[in-house]
């Protein structure tokens, strides 16, 4: 009876730890999940972390990056697709969502046609405003001897139909984006959009003019430009998709565009740069990653803009 007496809390006692070890068992179970889900997570955040993460933090116009990844061969670069190769050309700042869109989309449309390419995003740090076109010229300077001509091209631009030419333009500038096509601009004179130049046509025109702070222009002094060299402007013919040739993903509600003109800038935004281009480009490259977005390659070159404000005061905002 004594012995009867005493074993009660002892069989409660073990019924108890069973209780205790299963909740245990719970606890260990979802730390375990947590860990699976924690762990991947903090591989990504640490592998993605580097130049560009200090760019962000020493500037807030900064974009957030993709992961850096080793970079894979590429069929991009098969000589088997023939002698010549573009440099793609993306003037860039805060259009991150865009540019997730951008990158693979091209790349695999470019592969498809067997075009030999790199893509370069020319990433803006600096508190000036946005300059498409010295961003242009800086990608032409620091786009290599491995390509032998660029392809000025708008991030929220995709085309739709393969039949859209992107090889050499040995005969002159190539329009692709031609105001038959493009979705928002079809006056005579546009060319802005996606512009193919071989690099020794782009050298004539010494670039782009610098002295385009904001949205616009910039492209209709180019057009005089070609003009003054004398080269002769293409653009597609046999395309029956029309207005449908391109994609259009830039969100105007989201993403404003900076149409002020500032005091003097509103009579100069007609006028033609006749010296400024490459020659009096200033900039500094603050790093220089390659990037893999879904699998397609890129190179992210973020500079920072110089700006002589005794010429162009409207480079900042009042």
């Known amino acids: 009876m004594m012995y009867s007496s005493r074993r009660k809390p002892v069989l409660y006692f073990k019924e108890d730890r069973r209780f205790l070890s299963w909740k245990c068992s719970v606890l260990k179970l979802f730390c375990l999940c947590m860990a699976l889900v924690l762990g991947p997570l903090l591989w990504l955040q640490l592998s993605c972390s580097g130049d560009m993460s200090r760019a962000v933090a020493e500037d807030s116009h900064a974009p957030h990056q993709p992961c850096l990844l080793d970079r894979q061969p590429s069929a991009a670069d098969d000589p088997s697709w023939g002698p010549h190769k573009m440099a793609l050309l993306i003037p860039f700042r805060e259009r991150f969502e865009e540019l997730l869109v951008f990158v693979p989309y091209m790349h695999a449309y470019l592969n498809k046609k ?66 038959e096509l493009h979705p928002l601009y079809h006056y005579k004179t546009y060319v802005g959009g996606i512009l193919l130049l071989t690099k020794q046509h782009y050298q004539m025109c010494n670039g782009m003019s610098n002295r385009f702070w904001g949205w616009g222009r910039e492209d209709d002094e180019f057009y005089r430009r070609l003009r003054t060299a004398g080269l ?74 110089e700006c002589d404000q005794s010429q162009t005061p409207w480079c900042l905002l009042s």
């Open 114 to 179: 067997k075009i030999r390419h790199k893509i370069f995003v020319i990433n803006q740090l600096d508190h000036y405003r946005f300059n498409r076109a010295s961003l242009i010229n800086v990608g032409f300077m620091e786009s290599g001897n491995d390509t032998d001509y660029i392809a000025m091209h708008d991030v929220d631009l995709l085309p739709q139909n393969e039949a859209l030419d992107y090889g050499f333009p040995e005969q002159g500038p190539f329009h692709i984006a031609s105001p």
């Open 232 to 305: 002769q402007l293409f653009r597609p013919s046999g395309i029956t998709t029309g207005y449908k040739t391109f994609r259009h993903i830039h969100d105007p509600a989201w993403r404003k565009r900076d149409q002020k003109r500032i005091a003097a800038q509103k009579q100069e935004q007609f006028k033609v740069d006749p010296e400024g281009g490459l020659t009096n480009l200033r900039y500094k490259v603050e790093s220089r990653q390659e990037l893999t977005i879904s699998g397609a390659p890129c190179t992210v070159i973020s500079v920072t803009l």
